[in-house]
């Protein structure tokens, strides 16, 4: 209030100090600004803009041999197709609505709503599918009855379409800095999945694997609605959010269990979907991001239940953080984080037998783990000259756990990081961009996690012409663990992980008509570490050095091609190449049927676009877009799930604009 009162007085003495000086001015100077109409001269007038809207008709041809992951993500049926848009601008409204039908499986629409600046609306329905292999099982020693195979699914096809609604709704209270909000977000999967179960006992004697149909329904939902507003220098904003996932359909299987020395025989239930649900809070607070320094705070609450054990899981988020920019080129950033999470579960579970309602097994349960996290990050930014920035950032974490002794899990981690960045221009025509980064963990609570990892990235764009743009671009990172947990045994052991991605892009425009791109890309992943096994009599072995790794390969070469005012043509061709096993060397897991098998894997798969466009008059054109696609498997490998596959898809349509 003071500050407020102190500008004021000083607005009133600049006015009466002028004064003067204006009563000098002459009368015509006076009078010509006494005629001014601000308000009318210098209002701004929206222009008019017409509607325009576009509609578009026609027919998808599909033919599909072998597999349909061939297009994995694609509904593999004929179908109709159409879409369109309209716009329209009659200020102070604003429309807008875009929507495209391929199939049942396959639609896309975006509607938007807007009042000038006091109502804001989007809703986006988006809908997609997912073609899904079926696994065939193999008896590996069909002369003993344990274990054994029964495939109840034998020529089965198996997919998901998904479904996802998002909203948006925005308002404003007029002449003052108060927004109202709503967020919805709502996912629908349904479809029919493999599953495959270990039957029998469930004890290590009389097994049966098994798969089967399963039908899957299930619902996501989750709502946000929040306020926020400006009070003088500082913004705040909080939210309320609700979270929901229901299973619609057949959430439990049930099947025949034969008798253990643990559980009499009968039909239990297994594989079950829990409904779960959730609420929470957010409230953040920052200051002005003008001036040198900005402050910000947030707080998180949420709170998680599953609605068929009773678990329940509480999670609490502060953060704050300080920026400091004390000149343009320089500028540094503080962070904290303090992460409290608490999780509850029964200490019973009760399973009832199908096959004797009146008997009921009670089986106790381990405690979760609870657990409190604390981060640190400390940011740095320095730009000496025009062209050349560097970065530095540091970062420390540190996990407490409770109770993590029974899970075989150590009591606190610790994590400390450093990534350095620099980016300059080399030359007008030459970008270059560098980045490394080294983390330490001390207690890792995964076998997956390192203990020391190394990580760089380099990035190089040169323009050696202005119709020539080239990319190089190269990502390392390699891991190293050198005691791995194993709960029967304390046996050295260790852990390497190399991984690798570089990229290569180059586009040429050949004449104002005519341009052309190319790229290739290489990754290779590996995994080298000892695993523990037991053998049959329950003796721990130790398999040193087994040997896991991924490589894969991909060409691309494209054109687009506007051969006259009227015709344009396009063409794109990928080819991807990609090879993985794993080599273990214990006896126990090479007869009679050698693990290995299991994962190799090598196959090619080739995919060609091209399209075209001949635009006639009064807006009417026709579109041609034809894709194949072609799956092989080169190992021919009888235990993996890749299958030969092949598909041509031809979409024939007509547009109208108006």
Same mark, same amino acid.
């Given at each position: 209030?003071?500050?407020?009162?102190?500008?004021?007085?000083?607005?009133?003495?600049?006015?009466?100090?002028?004064?003067?000086?204006? %009563?000098?001015?002459?009368?015509?100077?006076? &009078?010509?600004?006494?005629?001014?109409?601000?308000? !009318?001269?210098?209002?701004?007038?929206?222009?008019?803009?017409?509607?325009?809207?576009?509609?578009?008709?026609?027919?998808?041809?599909? @033919?599909?041999?072998?597999?349909?992951?061939?297009?994995?993500?694609?509904?593999?049926?004929? $179908? #109709?197709?159409? =879409?369109?848009?309209?716009?329209?601008?009659?200020?102070?409204?604003?429309?807008?609505?875009?929507?495209?039908?391929?199939?049942?499986?396959?639609?896309?629409? @975006?509607?938007?709503?807007?009042? !000038?600046?006091? #109502?804001?609306?989007?809703?986006?329905?988006?809908?997609?599918?997912?073609?899904?292999?079926?696994?065939?099982?193999?008896?590996?020693?069909?002369?003993? %009855?344990?274990?054994? /195979?029964?495939?109840?699914?034998?020529?089965?096809?198996?997919?998901?379409?998904?479904?996802?609604?998002?909203?948006?709704?925005?308002?404003?209270?007029?002449?003052?800095?108060?927004?109202?909000?709503?967020?919805?977000?709502?996912? +629908?999967?349904?479809?029919?999945?493999?599953?495959?179960?270990?039957?029998?006992?469930?004890?290590?004697?009389?097994?049966?694997?098994?798969?089967?149909?399963?039908?899957?329904?299930?619902?996501?939902?989750?709502?946000?609605?929040?306020?926020?507003?400006?009070?003088?220098?500082?913004?705040? *904003?909080?939210?309320?959010?609700?979270?929901?996932?229901? +299973?619609?359909?057949?959430? +439990?299987?049930?099947?025949?269990?034969?008798? $253990?020395?643990?559980?009499?025989?009968?039909?239990?239930?297994?594989?079950?979907?829990?409904?779960?649900?959730?609420?929470?809070?957010?409230?953040?607070?920052?200051? %002005?991001?003008?001036?040198?320094?900005?402050?910000?705070?947030?707080?998180?609450?949420?709170?998680?239940?599953?609605?068929?054990?009773?678990?329940?899981?509480?999670?609490?988020?502060? &953060?704050?953080?300080?920026?400091?920019?004390?000149?343009?080129?320089?500028?540094?950033?503080?962070?904290?984080?303090?992460?409290?999470?608490?999780?509850?579960?029964?200490?019973?579970? *009760?399973?009832?037998?199908?096959? *004797?309602?009146?008997?009921?097994?009670?089986?106790? /349960?381990?405690?979760?783990?609870?657990?409190?996290?604390?981060?640190?990050?400390?940011? !740095?930014?320095?730009?000496?000259?025009?062209?050349?920035?560097?970065?530095?950032?540091?970062?420390?974490?540190?996990? *407490?756990?409770?109770?993590?002794?029974?899970?075989?899990?150590?009591?606190?981690?610790?994590?400390? =990081?450093?990534?350095?960045?620099?980016?300059?221009?080399?030359?007008?025509? /030459?970008?270059?961009?560098?980045?490394?980064?080294?983390?330490?963990?001390?207690?890792?609570?995964?076998?997956?996690?390192?203990?020391?990892?190394?990580? !760089?990235?380099?990035?190089?764009?040169?323009?050696?012409?202005?119709?020539?743009?080239?990319?190089?671009?190269?990502?390392?990172?390699?891991?190293?663990?050198?005691?791995?947990?194993?709960?029967?045994?304390?046996?050295?052991?260790?852990?390497?992980?190399?991984?690798?991605?570089?990229?290569?892009?180059?586009?040429?425009?050949?004449?104002?008509?005519?341009?052309?791109?190319?790229?290739?890309?290489?990754?290779?992943?590996? #995994?080298?570490?000892?695993?523990?096994?037991?053998?049959?009599?329950?003796?721990?072995?130790?398999?040193?050095? /087994?040997?896991?790794?991924?490589?894969?390969? +991909?060409?691309?070469?494209?054109?687009?091609?506007?051969?006259?005012?009227?015709?344009?043509?396009?063409?794109?061709?990928?080819?991807?190449?990609?090879?993985?096993?794993?080599?273990?060397?214990?006896?126990?897991?090479?007869?009679?049927?050698?693990?290995?098998?299991? %994962?190799?894997?090598?196959?090619?798969?080739?995919?060609?676009?091209?399209? =075209?466009?001949?635009?006639?008059?009064?807006?009417?054109?026709?579109?041609?877009?034809?894709?194949?696609?072609?799956?092989?498997?080169?190992?021919?490998?009888?235990?993996?799930?890749?299958?030969? =596959?092949?598909?041509?898809?031809?979409?024939?349509?007509?547009?109208?604009?108006?």
């Amino acid at each position: 209030m003071k500050r407020i009162l102190l500008l004021g007085g000083f607005f009133f003495l600049f006015i009466c100090s002028a004064l003067p000086v204006a %009563s000098e001015e002459s009368a015509d100077e006076l &009078a010509l600004f006494e005629s001014l109409d601000i308000e !009318g001269d210098y209002a701004y007038e929206f222009p008019a803009i017409p509607p325009s809207a576009h509609l578009h008709l026609g027919y998808r041809f599909v @033919d599909l041999d072998d597999s349909s992951r061939v297009f994995e993500y694609e509904y593999l049926k004929d $179908s #109709v197709i159409f =879409g369109g848009d309209l716009r329209t601008f009659m200020f102070p409204h604003r429309f807008y609505l875009n929507f495209d039908f391929a199939n049942k499986k396959d639609y896309f629409g @975006d509607l938007r709503y807007a009042y !000038g600046d006091i #109502v804001l609306f989007r809703w986006l329905n988006n809908s997609y599918y997912h073609n899904l292999e079926n696994i065939l099982l193999h008896d590996y020693d069909p002369l003993t %009855s344990s274990p054994g /195979v029964d495939i109840r699914d034998a020529g089965d096809g198996y997919g998901i379409g998904t479904r996802e609604n998002k909203f948006h709704l925005m308002a404003k209270v007029p002449r003052f800095p108060l927004h109202l909000y709503f967020d919805g977000f709502y996912l +629908v999967k349904d479809g029919d999945v493999q599953q495959r179960n270990l039957l029998g006992s469930g004890f290590f004697n009389n097994l049966q694997r098994v798969s089967q149909r399963r039908r899957l329904d299930n619902t996501t939902r989750i709502y946000k609605i929040g306020a926020n507003s400006h009070f003088g220098l500082v913004e705040v *904003d909080f939210a309320h959010i609700e979270k929901r996932f229901d +299973v619609d359909k057949a959430p +439990v299987l049930a099947d025949a269990y034969s008798g $253990s020395g643990l559980r009499p025989a009968g039909v239990y239930e297994h594989s079950r979907i829990p409904e779960l649900e959730g609420s929470g809070n957010t409230f953040k607070i920052h200051t %002005s991001y003008t001036g040198q320094w900005v402050a910000s705070a947030s707080f998180l609450q949420n709170d998680r239940k599953n609605k068929y054990s009773g678990a329940k899981s509480d999670v609490k988020i502060g &953060a704050g953080s300080l920026m400091w920019n004390p000149m343009t080129s320089l500028a540094f950033a503080l962070r904290y984080t303090h992460r409290d999470l608490d999780n509850k579960n029964p200490a019973h579970v *009760d399973i009832s037998n199908f096959a *004797d309602p009146a008997s009921t097994l009670s089986y106790s /349960v381990k405690r979760p783990i609870s657990s409190n996290t604390d981060t640190l990050h400390l940011i !740095g930014r320095y730009r000496p000259k025009k062209g050349l920035t560097f970065r530095a950032k540091y970062n420390y974490q540190k996990v *407490d756990r409770s109770r993590a002794g029974i899970w075989s899990l150590p009591d606190s981690t610790t994590r400390n =990081g450093i990534t350095l960045t620099a980016d300059t221009r080399l030359h007008s025509t /030459v970008l270059f961009n560098l980045k490394y980064a080294y983390k330490n963990v001390d207690d890792p609570a995964y076998n997956t996690e390192p203990e020391d990892s190394n990580a !760089g990235s380099l990035a190089l764009t040169w323009l050696p012409h202005p119709a020539v743009n080239l990319l190089f671009g190269y990502d390392l990172d390699r891991q190293e663990r050198d005691n791995l947990n194993f709960a029967n045994t304390d046996d050295p052991r260790d852990r390497e992980v190399d991984l690798d991605n570089a990229r290569i892009l180059a586009t040429f425009q050949l004449s104002p008509k005519l341009t052309m791109s190319t790229t290739y890309s290489y990754m290779r992943y590996e #995994v080298v570490q000892d695993l523990a096994y037991e053998n049959l009599a329950g003796e721990p072995q130790i398999d040193k050095n /087994v040997s896991m790794h991924q490589k894969a390969h +991909v060409f691309n070469l494209g054109g687009y091609y506007h051969l006259s005012e009227a015709l344009y043509l396009l063409g794109e061709v990928t080819y991807t190449r990609s090879k993985g096993k794993f080599n273990p060397s214990s006896a126990d897991l090479l007869e009679p049927v050698s693990v290995a098998s299991f %994962s190799r894997m090598e196959q090619d798969y080739l995919l060609l676009h091209l399209g =075209g466009r001949y635009m006639f008059d009064r807006g009417l054109s026709m579109d041609l877009d034809y894709r194949y696609g072609d799956l092989e498997d080169r190992l021919d490998n009888i235990y993996d799930d890749i299958e030969d =596959g092949e598909a041509h898809i031809v979409m024939l349509s007509a547009t109208k604009k108006w």
